[in-house]
């Protein structure tokens, strides 16, 4: 039986995650942001910020 919390998505995206990860170090913020973007070719964002009432 399958665990219900297991999804699907995950072979989708494992390979990004694969041409990410640094097995010698664990990488920085920027690192990984820097990254993403030239695997997936798309320019760097300012990250979203929660408003709270």
């Known amino acids: 039986m399958k665990a219900p919390?297991?999804?699907?998505?995950?072979?989708?995206w494992v390979h990004g995650k694969r041409a990410l990860v640094?097995?010698?170090?664990k990488l920085t913020a920027a690192?990984?942001?820097?990254r993403v973007c030239v695997y997936y070719g798309c320019e760097p964002s300012d990250p979203i910020t929660q408003q709270v009432a």
């Open 5 to 12: 919390w297991l999804n699907a998505i995950e072979p989708k």
């Open 22 to 25: 640094e097995p010698q170090r």
């Open 31 to 34: 690192e990984v942001v820097e």
